[in-house]
């Protein structure tokens, strides 16, 4: 309850006390109206001293979170940051630092928006599972259900065995494209080309042929190749486009009113990324040009990530997603479904769009990093805590390359200051 409603009750409550003093009410009555007046006015005082410390204790917080964001930017030197924290009873924290444009300096905020990455295939994992529940697909199925007239599909490695959660978890053995030799010089020989020089299919004709990693569900290897072969899956299962479907079932519902599709070269409110000169695809240094488009068309990456979106959105999203509220029904266990990602290390493991890691500091962690070029982003959800920790960075200089543990350390930091405080406990409206 707000202070000012706090307010109003208690001035009503003076009113109805001096109206029942001028009331010709008997003794007995008066002093039990004057009895439960008092009762309530005390219980009220408690309310506001409760109230006043919780918004004092979030003054703290925001200001802590705020500072951690930006000594890490003092410390690294990237150009600028957004962050969010969602905490159990939805009170939400955002922070902001350095520039969203080097060359014209035009200071990062609270809204500014960036490409997420790989964070998108958490909204690939939970479209997959929302259609399973609803029995228009079947994750367990082989994708040949689906895709198999494709005149491209007998080619696709490990093609009559693969099943959609397969795909999700990546252990479908279907090679990676975006580390081949052949993706890299296509895209550096072709990105200055208009509109979207490599739609859906012909991504995953970079793999065709070639030998699988191992076979389907025997191994676990990282594949956006993976992805892009379970959106059409969903498109063919369904009859309806990927952006519609995460559109209606997510965007809108949750209101992540910054998230959006990263289909075109123009983006609203995206900010400039910046990435090492001698990137192997041969991009600019910097990824937006002086009228705000992208120099390079971000529809490539569909649904190996395919979102721009805001700190504060992804923060929310991985509450919901996280908590149980992204959609009706029991869902979770089949999101967490995982397989470990090394045999020799049971502690990570991943689910359908998720990365899992059942040990750290703050006990088992959710969520997904993402990488593109120019970009870094994090989704972090601590389900001991029940909180959601979200930060997106206009570069991956050092990161992508990991010469400095920026991602990492900032993950860390951000989850030390929040994780730190008395948490608020979850709002009982809220749960099942």
Request: hydrophobic share 40%; proline share 7%.
């Amino acid at each position: 309850m707000s202070l000012p409603a706090l307010q109003r009750i208690v001035k009503f409550l003076q009113g109805l006390y001096i109206d029942l003093r001028s009331r010709p009410l008997d003794l007995l009555k008066r002093r039990v109206a004057r009895s439960a007046f008092w009762f309530l006015l005390f219980c009220l005082g408690l309310l506001l001293i409760v109230s006043s410390n919780r918004t004092i204790a979030a003054t703290d917080l925001n200001q802590a979170f705020q500072t951690a964001l930006e000594d890490a930017q003092q410390q690294y030197g990237f150009p600028g940051a957004t962050a969010a924290y969602v905490l159990p009873d939805g009170t939400m924290g955002v922070a902001a630092t350095g520039v969203a444009d080097t060359e014209v300096g035009t200071p990062m905020i609270e809204q500014s928006r960036m490409l997420a990455a790989s964070i998108g295939k958490t909204f690939v994992g939970a479209t997959a599972i929302a259609l399973a529940q609803e029995g228009r697909l079947d994750l367990d199925a082989p994708i040949s259900e689906w895709l198999s007239e494709r005149p491209w599909f007998s080619r696709l490695p490990n093609h009559n065995d693969i099943t959609l959660r397969q795909l999700l978890n990546h252990s479908s053995g279907l090679p990676d494209h975006v580390h081949l030799d052949s993706f890299v010089s296509a895209v550096s020989r072709r990105w200055q080309e208009p509109g979207n020089p490599f739609p859906p299919e012909s991504l995953i004709e970079f793999v065709l042929d070639l030998p699988p990693l191992f076979e389907a569900g025997k191994g676990w290897a990282y594949t956006d190749t993976g992805y892009i072969v379970a959106g059409l899956a969903m498109e063919a299962a369904t009859g309806r486009c990927y952006y519609e479907e995460i559109q209606n079932r997510f965007l809108k519902p949750l209101g992540l009113t910054l998230t959006s599709p990263s289909n075109s070269r123009y983006l609203p409110g995206l900010v400039a990324g910046y990435m090492a000169a001698n990137n192997p695809f041969g991009f600019p240094h910097k990824t937006t040009s002086a009228n705000g488009r992208m120099a390079w068309h971000p529809g490539f990456e569909w649904t190996g990530g395919g979102l721009v979106s805001n700190s504060r959105d992804l923060a929310r999203w991985g509450a919901a997603l996280f908590g149980g509220q992204a959609m009706s029904g029991e869902y979770l266990d089949n999101l967490l479904n995982a397989v470990s990602v090394s045999p020799d290390n049971e502690d990570i493991q991943y689910g359908s769009g998720v990365g899992i890691y059942r040990t750290s500091p703050f006990g088992p962690v959710y969520g997904h990093g993402g990488w593109i070029p120019g970009y870094s982003s994090s989704l972090r959800y601590y389900p001991d805590y029940e909180v959601a920790i979200a930060f997106q960075i206009n570069t991956d200089i050092g990161i992508v390359d990991d010469t400095t543990p920026i991602v990492k350390d900032l993950e860390k930091r951000l989850a030390e200051v929040v994780l730190s405080i008395d948490l608020p406990a979850k709002n009982p409206m809220e749960t099942d």
